[in-house]
């Protein structure tokens, strides 16, 4: 299918890899000129190195606003953006949800939420000067699905759902659209390094750590396997398109049915 953005600019966070890497690869085979930020340099030109069209990519470390300037800037530098995608992201501490510090919190509230309000205010003027824009933030299952000992992730996710939601019904009439894509256990060196973890904790291989993790924390999950990159970024692609022109404010789940509310 032709998503009609072939020409169009778009700026991709956490770019190194996982969804977001996959996510700039169907955006560059639909004829998208992509630019790439994540934290490593290193990374990033490796990242842009595996994907066959135009891109470019800077290092940025989205909590900082000095750096968030200076990446307006390259990309404005460039004719400035059409899309943005935000997949920047990090875990955080796990555990009791009273026992972690106001710290850790903070931390993981810094990544995943406020880098979003940040990046989008930044480069939000350079949709509504063309009149196009979209805008895909990538949350969680845990946004609506919280888990007891991911505390300080769930909020930030939430937060971010929440924050989409409003900015949608502001900036429709200016031709700019948002929504936001749920992942759950998706197959990124995030959820490999649980699942190595788990095997290590229970003396199994990283196939069974991955299946027991199935059966016994997302018994939702009927496909019965993690999920690829691949199919999460299919998804963000369309959110990114001419094609998806009537859908803003809207969460779109690629869950395998981990969630099992029908409630967003």
């Known amino acids: 299918m032709d998503l009609k953005i072939k020409g169009k600019h778009a700026l991709v966070t956490g770019g190194s890899g996982g969804l977001a890497l996959a996510a700039a690869r169907d955006l560059v085979a639909e004829g998208v ?43 404005a530098d460039a004719g400035g953006i059409d899309i943005l995608v935000h997949a920047a992201g990090v875990t955080g501490k796990k555990g009791d949800p009273l026992e972690m510090t ?12 406020l880098s979003a309000v940040r990046v989008i205010r930044a480069m939000m003027p350079q949709m509504t000067d063309k009149g196009w824009g979209r805008i895909v933030c990538v949350t969680s299952e845990n946004a609506v699905q919280p888990y007891e000992d991911e505390a300080v992730y769930n909020t930030s996710k939430a937060a971010l759902l929440n924050f989409i939601k409003g900015l949608a019904q502001v900036y429709a009439p200016h031709g700019v659209l ?6 759950a256990f998706i197959e990124t060196p995030m959820t490999d390094y649980m699942m190595d973890m788990r095997s290590e904790e229970l003396g199994v291989s990283k196939q069974e750590a991955v299946e027991s993790f199935l059966k016994e924390e997302r018994p939702f999950l009927k496909i019965g396997r993690r999920g690829q990159p691949e199919e999460v970024s299919a998804v963000i692609a369309l959110l990114c398109s001419d094609r998806a022109s009537f859908v803003t404010g809207s969460a779109y789940r690629v869950d395998g049915g981990a969630v099992a509310t029908m409630n967003t």
């Open 102 to 113: 106001d710290e850790e919190y903070h931390r993981v509230w810094e990544t995943n939420f």
């Open 33 to 75: 000129t992509v630019t790439l930020t994540d934290l490593d340099e290193g990374e990033l030109k490796d990242a842009a190195g595996s994907l066959d069209g135009d891109v470019a990519y800077m290092a940025a470390d989205l909590t900082d606003t000095d750096h968030i300037e200076r990446l307006r800037a390259f990309v």
């Open 178 to 183: 948002a929504n936001t894509v749920a992942p």
